[in-house]
T-cell receptor, first 120, second 114 residues
């Protein structure tokens, strides 16, 4: 099983709503990522979790709040978003540093299909 | 910091045409280099990789060689198919805060017509 599953696939929310994006993987990966992708642009890294601990926050506004409840799950909590936050949000996973299988060696981030978010 | 510069396109080719997508990089140390592909409506998937100088990555008829002297990792395919229509991203690995992340180029949209 090499799948990263993201829910929901589509989400429309108002600027005052609170919602969450969810991501799940069962490949035993200990690094998980959130990326944001605007149309016709490359993915931009938001957060990295390694062994369930936040290790990289790319200066993301606090209206985005990540959570890693266990090694298989990654959430992104959304609150008071702006219309410019509308984008495709991609979750990914990989072997973590220290497992003997570094990202640079394995070469592979496993991506989900993304959650397309529209903020009205 | 680390960065990747690639052809942005979009590019339209006829089936069986030759494809080259240029990619050059700037990095400290010895990064690994990757090509990822994003088919319409999907997430990204690894196409091929090279982890050291002069390595050649290959997959599905695509090839790229890690050239340290020219800091390049150009993607080539001798005969493209309609099913190769997608967005192609060049990327390199980097380290930060004890974790690793990929730095992506801007991506190039390829359309292959029958």
């Amino acid at each position: 099983d090499t799948e990263v599953t993201q829910t929901p696939k589509h989400l429309v929310m108002g600027m005052t709503n609170k919602k969450s994006l969810k991501c799940e993987q069962h490949m035993g990966h200990r690094a998980m990522y959130w990326y944001k992708q605007k149309a016709k642009k490359p993915p931009e890294l938001m957060f990295v979790y390694s062994y369930e601990k936040l290790s990289i926050n790319e200066s993301v506004p606090s209206r985005f709040s990540p959570e890693c409840p266990n090694s298989s799950l990654l959430n992104l909590h959304l609150h008071a978003l702006q219309p410019e936050d509308s984008a495709l949000y991609l979750c990914a996973s990989s072997q973590a540093v220290g497992t003997g299988a570094r990202l640079a060696d394995t070469g592979e981030l496993f991506f989900g299909e993304g959650s397309r978010l529209t903020v009205l | 910091g680390n960065s990747v510069t690639q052809m942005e396109g979009p590019v339209t080719l006829s089936e069986e045409a030759f494809l080259t997508i240029n990619c050059t990089y700037t990095a400290t140390g010895y990064p690994s280099l990757f090509w990822y592909v994003q088919y319409p409506g999907e997430g990204l998937q690894l196409l091929l990789k090279a982890t050291k100088a002069d390595d050649k990555g290959s997959n599905k008829g695509f090839e790229a060689t890690y050239r340290k002297e020219t800091t390049s990792f150009h993607l080539e395919k001798g005969s493209v198919q309609v099913s190769d229509s997608a967005v192609y991203f060049c990327a390199l690995s980097g380290s930060q805060g004890g974790s690793e992340k990929l730095v992506f180029g801007k991506g190039m949209k390829l359309t292959v017509n029958p």
